[in-house]
């Protein structure tokens, strides 16, 4: 299992980000996936998922301003962000629970500034 994450990039708050995670070496489109962050000296918080049929969930925090998707002919989850905030900067990672385990990409930095 591999997965790639791309997109991070220091943006001014209120903007918009899309990031997009490219994944191999399982059968995507039967997997559930998701986005998590982790802000410097913080744990890591789950910011959305996405199940195999296409229902999404999301932190309350992040809750109509991050979207969630998922193109199966392309093996890829993209989470597009907008209206961002200082508080969302954080390292973004990608994960895929694969036959009950977890994968996680190498991340990518995201920073708001004010």
């Known amino acids: 299992v591999q997965l790639v994450e791309s997109g991070g990039a220091l943006v001014q708050a209120g903007g918009s980000l899309r990031l997009s995670c490219a994944a191999s070496?399982?059968?995507?489109?039967?997997?559930?996936m998701g986005w998590y962050r982790q802000a410097l000296g913080k744990q890591r918080e789950l910011v959305a998922t996405?199940?195999?049929?296409?229902?999404?969930n999301y932190a309350a925090s992040v809750k109509g301003r991050f979207t969630i998707s998922r193109d199966n002919a392309k093996n890829t989850v993209y989470l597009e962000m907008n209206s961002l905030k200082p508080e969302d900067t954080a390292v973004y990672y990608c994960?895929?629970?694969?036959?009950?385990?977890?994968?996680w990409g190498q991340g990518t930095q995201v920073t708001v500034s004010s």
């Open positions: 994960n895929a629970n694969v036959n009950d385990r977890n994968y």
């Open positions: 996405i199940t195999s049929g296409g229902i999404t």
């Open positions: 070496g399982f059968t995507f489109s039967i997997f559930h």
